[in-house]
């Protein structure tokens, strides 16, 4: 599958006819939020694991040298925390250009805080997209970020913003922190 999807997600259908969709953030998304929301709140998915195996040939990285930037990756009985959107339909044309290097809306059940569910959508970079870069070690991730930058800034910035905005929430995520730590320490080393 072609990295740029957004005639892809353009497609989608399910929620159409709807004044509003939930709409669920587990990366950049979480404290990146440019477009308008008519609520914003912490939320969770089932199943789920953030993981900072895809390219990023557009924001973190450029196509001859990608940055990673996370996905989520099916995992039985883990919970992916991040912050659910309610959203109108129209802030898709920003989003689809914004998620276009490889990833697809994916209808999702999120779970609130409070107990409460819905349906409704998150955007997902799968393998089979040109753009994936696929698992390695914490290390490794870290050592290819510290040397990635692209249009949106150094990949570093992703993966910090991304970890600060987790403890924000009160999040821990073990994948993200490990590798913030392996970066520390190569930071630390430098000359």
Not at 80 to 104: I, Q, S, W
Not at 180 to 191: C, F, G, I, S, V
Request: contains cysteine; proline residues 5%.
């Amino acid at each position: 599958m072609t990295a740029d999807t957004i005639a892809i997600n353009q497609k989608m259908d399910q929620f159409d006819g709807l004044h509003s969709v939930w709409l669920f953030g587990y990366g950049s998304l979480i404290y990146k939020a440019d477009f308008p929301y008519l609520e914003r709140r912490p939320a969770s998915i089932a199943n789920w694991t953030r993981r900072f195996w895809q390219g990023s040939h557009d924001h973190r990285g450029t196509p001859e040298a990608p940055g990673r930037v996370v996905t989520i990756i099916e995992e039985p009985g883990a919970v992916c925390h991040g912050m659910a959107y309610l959203v109108t339909p129209e802030v898709f044309a920003h989003l689809d250009h914004r998620e276009k290097n490889g990833y697809l809306r994916l209808a999702i059940a999120i779970a609130f805080d409070d107990g409460d569910s819905v349906d409704g959508l998150v955007y997902i970079a799968t393998p089979d997209n040109t753009a994936f870069l696929g698992a390695a070690s914490e290390q490794e991730i870290a050592q290819h970020i510290a040397r990635s930058t692209g249009p949106s800034g150094p990949n570093s910035d992703y993966l910090n913003h991304l970890a600060h905005a987790l403890r924000e929430l009160g999040r821990h995520d073990q994948h993200v922190f490990e590798i913030e730590r392996h970066l520390a320490a190569l930071n630390n080393h430098q000359p």
